[in-house]
T-cell receptor, first 115, second 115 residues
Framework: EAGVTQFPSHSVIEKGQTVTLRCDPI?????LYWYRRVMGKEIKFLLHFVKESKQDESGMPNNRFLAERTGGTYSTLKVQPAELEDSGVYFCASSQALGVNTEAFFGQGTRLTVV | AQSVTQLGSHVSVSEGALVLLRCNYS??????LFWYVQYPNQGLQLLLKYTTGATLVKGINGFEAEFKKSETSFHLTKPSAHMSDAAEYFC?????????????FGKGTLLTVNP
């Protein structure tokens, strides 16, 4: 069974450009999460989808970030326009349910560098 | 609100030696606690978790952790380090009771194992 897949693995863009990150969750997982780790800091929660609906987007840093999950399958996270402080590793995770007895599986992350 | 403090951003041990990675947490509700590991070029993998019940929790690869409420700690241990244990380890607390998401992570501890 394929795990959580993220594309691209690395991205280097210039300040002011747009970047779109993609996450393919494990098939059948209704719950999808985005996290971000800025260098030297903690991994922080960004948002949570249940199917195609945003359940909790309290961690989104500002309106330059837009997450979508059309059809409740894969998700995209767009940063427009990118700023230097957006650099970091973006993780996606998915799970079948929300209870602590259900494991959330993480992808390997997308390393974003804004120069 | 929750927070996690991992003491030591880098821990180095010899192969065969005890591994001790420290984690202290702060939580406004009874915590659910997690340890994740990230091997190079891979995603985060769940090592073990504490929800309720027995305070000594056993995980994969010979790791275990003990929940100590009085000390607000959840330290990770392994009696004998192996070269394959070299990775970054993250302690996390769940932000929502009964949920496996919206985790609050510590800054991570990079474990080096010397031959």
């Amino acid at each position: 069974e394929a795990g959580v897949t993220q594309f691209p693995s690395h991205s280097v863009i210039e300040k002011g450009q747009t970047v779109t990150l993609r996450c393919d969750p494990i098939s059948g997982h209704d719950n999808l999460y985005w996290y971000r780790r800025v260098m030297g800091k903690e991994i922080k929660f960004l948002l949570h989808f249940v199917k195609e609906s945003k359940q909790d987007e309290s961690g989104m840093p500002n309106n330059r970030f837009l997450a979508e999950r059309t059809g409740g399958t894969y998700s995209t996270l767009k940063v427009q326009p990118a700023e230097l402080e957006d650099s970091g590793v973006y993780f996606c995770a998915s799970s079948q349910a929300l209870g602590v007895n259900t494991e959330a599986f993480f992808g390997q992350g997308t390393r974003l560098t804004v120069v | 609100a929750q927070s996690v403090t991992q003491l030591g951003s880098h821990v180095s041990v010899s192969e065969g030696a005890l591994v001790l990675l420290r984690c202290n947490y702060s939580s406004s509700v009874p915590p659910y606690l997690f340890w994740y590991v990230q091997y190079p070029n891979q995603g985060l993998q769940l090592l073990l978790k504490y929800t309720t019940g027995a305070t000594l929790v056993k995980g994969i690869n010979g790791f275990e952790a003990e929940f100590k409420k009085s000390e607000t700690s959840f330290h990770l241990t392994k009696p004998s380090a192996h070269m394959s244990d070299a990775a970054e380890y993250f302690c996390a607390v769940s932000g929502l009771r009964g949920s496996n998401y919206k985790l609050t992570f510590g800054k991570g501890t990079l474990l080096t194992v010397n031959p």
